[in-house]
């Protein structure tokens, strides 16, 4: 008598064997095709593999629709605040995200083969979002809002979510002192204070001085910056009316937006410092040659402040992409990425306000009604 | 006890170099050969790793590439290997349910005698009892069976008091049953099982097999670690085995051993580092070919006289038995997989760190088997009536084996996304860049599905359940092979370095004896 099952045959190992090393064999070529980013168009007239590009779109935002060239993109892999979309033809790119309730940002981009765009979408609430902060509270905590032109005006233009209530009595001795209000009373008037001694400044050195007689030649001092701010390495600052962001990192660390590895407009020619450094492109899959693609960076930026003046600005909290303008009707997030325009999403709208970035929060002081402007929509 | 006299060894064995260990036994150029021997795994294996991280630094495209391959190539390695496993828990299954009595019937076996060698050192007697009652109750003529109760000096009362204990017990079951105590420090021995073992079966030839007339070739030795419980069968099995065998007395039987004697107390990091053990080996149970003898496992005497016994000198004496076998035979000797199953203790201590620390360590011990490819690289070199083909293929095959334990396991789960990390800002600009953790993770994915296989062979191969673990543990013990990428870095691959590592820098390992606790 015999077991009835006999060892794994020798000829049935082999047969395995040789089945998944064909397999490997086959497969692996697919797999490093894939994922350089070939593709191969099943629906083509005459089918071909096209060698594609990705897009990489961080967005703070929820819930957000992405459409590329119209149509939206459904296959994403999602990262952490972000989305890779691979399998995109090598040309330009219109690029919606959009959320509900939010501002949509809408960039034209370029996909080059086997390379993937970086780019940042931000998407600010349509309908401004305010918290106000008080003298008072009551015993609940709301906020009191003492019934006056400007709170009426202010939220006929934004909304909130925080506890508040309308008083209609101007009597304050049943009400708690909301000590948020006198710290941001007092940082407003440091503000505004160190603005006009500033303003005063250049004022005296922009006075007629002693000169030679032979001088000649604009004075470069107006093309001093009024006000510089600087984050990291980014330095943000004024230059005759516009604002300019400048890049002083090292290479390594210059921001994607800074460089591209397309042939730059003709008015930014000039300001191309350094096309040394080449990104190497493994292209040869099919071709076996590799294809060097000069990365071309500049050192400065100019914001687009869409023929408006400019009140103030500042860096955006917690992003280094995008800076906040106060421009005369109003606040607005703008985008330091040139490439193709700049989006521009109004944050806040009023003639007359001041801008205080502080704590990583926005406060705007509109006459004496001072609140945070939220950059997103709060969750209940 | 005098050692044993040099003419009954095979002409092979007889060389002063035979038993070799360690490379400071030797002088001179052996000395250099074989201290580059033991360097060479360790080096193999480290310049693997470093040059993973290298190329993800300096040509991170290729390096993609590479992990890309080598992902591909896991998921179909993984496959193979399930299949494996697959057939032989099919064969397994069929094995324990055959009736090996009346399989064995058509043989003549009365002549056979079976001498089971126990070697302990400080476990407990309930852990001993247990064994020894499961032996007790085989379905095999136990007249015919001579238990030898193997004991350290160096263990003290310990091994005095449970000697007499079991012997009054059991003594009266079994044909013989022989206390030795194995004698402590004595000059060139390493304090370990192989030391014992050996000391045993030269005890048992001496006062019972010659003795007793009892022929070398008709005794066939079962070592079994000491918490190692037996089948009822197992005996019938090794018999029909033994009968079957195109050669049998050049021939070693090697039984499946699953850790699930205290499966129900163990961990879960302990099951699946437990079970994972007992699937390896059913897989190579359907590849004899890439077998050697491990844990416990059967021989005839006469092969082992042949060769002097296991090695005293040396950790991993398992293994090393059927090295020092095929070397002596010329190649001449094989593994034959019984494909039935011994129960023994999977790894529990009282605390869960404690059990981490007993597995790592008893990881370390069983992954410094490496020192075995050194003894088959050296006498591979020496042994030229082993033929070239096979001493090139069994190189390579045990040169893989050790080096893919090490380094598949860190390259798969931490080295693969080395590229991403350290290519660079151009590459970090690619698609291939972006795709890689994808592709990667997508494949590592479909490899898992293989643990699917592993989930559903092991609740087929644990005992039933006591009253009082509930229902719920079935559940857990299902989903616990979600620890296997953890288990295969933590328990396989690291301490595996850890003992290649030793091995390279020549820091020698003793023997160190997995505490068992019931």
Known sequence: MQPQITPLALWQRKTIFWSLLLAFVVSLPIFIFYATGYRYDFFAEVPIITATGGMYISADAEDIAIYINEKEVTNVRVFRQASYIQGLMPQLQRVHVQAPSLHTWVKELLVQPHIVTETEAFNMPLISQIRPVTEFSNALGASVIFATTTSQQVFSKATTSALYVLATSSATSTLLVNSEFPKLKTAFAEKIAADLTRENFIKNINKPNFTFATTTGTSTLVEIATTTKSRDDLRLYEKVGDIYVENLASEKNTPHYFCSTEPLPEFLQSEVVQAENAIMIEDGLLENDVVDLPKKCRTEIKIDRQNKTVIDFNFFPGNSNLILLQLEDGIYVVEIDDRSWQNAQRLYAGDDLDMLVSGGRILVREKEFMFEVLTAIPVN | ?518
Not at chain 2, 114 to 132: C, D, R
Not at chain 2, 170 to 178: C, E, I, M, Q, T
Not at chain 2, 446 to 463: E, N
């Open chain 2, 1 to 518: 006890m005098s050692a044993p006299a040099q003419n009954h060894l095979l002409p092979y064995a007889r060389r002063d170099d035979f038993h070799v260990g360690r490379a400071t036994e030797f002088t001179g150029k052996k000395r250099f050969f074989y201290r580059c021997l033991e360097m060479l795994p360790g080096l193999a294996s480290w310049i693997t790793l470093i040059g993973v991280v290298l190329l993800s630094i300096y040509v991170p495209f290729v390096a993609a590439y590479f992990v890309i391959a080598f992902a591909l190539f896991w998921v179909l390695k993984t496959a193979f290997l399930s299949y494996h496993l697959r057939y032989n828990w099919k064969r397994l299954r069929h094995h324990m349910s055959l009736d090996w009595t009346k399989m064995v019937s058509r043989f003549k076996y009365n002549h056979i005698h079976h001498v089971v060698i126990l070697p302990f050192y400080k476990e407990p007697a309930s852990v001993i009892g247990h064994s020894l009652e499961a032996l007790s109750k085989v379905n095999y003529d136990l007249k015919k069976i001579i238990v030898v109760l193997a004991g350290e000096e160096r263990a003290g009362e310990h091994t005095q008091i449970v000697s007499q204990q079991m012997q009054e017990i059991y003594s009266a079951k079994f044909g013989h049953f022989l206390v030795s105590v194995h004698p402590k420090d004595i000059p060139g021995e390493m304090a370990g099982k192989g030391s014992n073992a050996a000391f045993a079966a030269e005890k048992v030839r001496t006062e019972i097999l010659d003795p007793n007339n009892l022929s070398y070739e008709e005794t066939l030795v079962s070592i079994f670690d000491i918490d190692t419980v037996l089948y009822p069968d197992y005996f019938n099995c090794l018999v029909w085995h033994f009968f079957t065998a195109e050669n049998p007395l050049k021939s070693s039987f090697q039984p499946v051993p699953i850790f699930n004697n205290n499966i129900w107390e163990a961990p879960a990091i302990s099951r699946v580092v437990a079970m994972s053990s007992t699937f390896w080996e059913m897989v190579q149970q359907e590849r004899p070919e890439r077998m050697a003898t491990f844990s416990s496992h059967s021989v005839s005497f006469q092969a082992l006289y042949e060769v002097g016994y296991w090695q005293t000198n040396m950790v991993s004496e398992d293994s090393r038995i059927f090295w020092n076998l095929l070397v002596a035979n010329n190649g001449k000797y094989n593994v034959i997989p019984m494909s039935y199953p011994v129960s023994m203790d999977a790894n529990a201590a009282p605390k869960l760190w404690q059990t981490i620390v007993q597995i790592y360590k008893q990881h370390r011990r069983w992954t410094y088997g490496v020192e075995n490819l050194c003894y088959i690289l050296y006498h591979f070199s020496q042994n030229k009536n082993i033929p070239l083909k096979q001493r090139i293929i069994v190189s390579l095959q045990q040169a893989e084996g050790y080096w893919s334990l090490v380094t598949n396991p860190i390259m798969l789960f931490i080295l693969g996304w080395a590229p991403i990390f350290l290519g660079g800002q151009q590459f970090h600009q690619t698609v291939l860049s972006y795709n890689l953790p994808f592709v990667v993770r997508d494949l590592l994915i479909l490899a898992m599905f293989g643990l699917v296989i592993s989930s559903v062979i092991s609740l087929t191969l644990i005992p039933s359940r006591p009253e009082k673990a509930s229902r719920f543990r079935y559940f857990v013990m299902a989903i616990q092979w979600i620890m296997v990428p953890a288990t295969m870095i933590f328990f396989s691959a690291i301490p595996g370095l850890d003992a290649q590592t030793r091995l390279m820098l020549g820091k020698y390992m003793g023997f160190w004896v997995t505490p068992k606790s019931r």
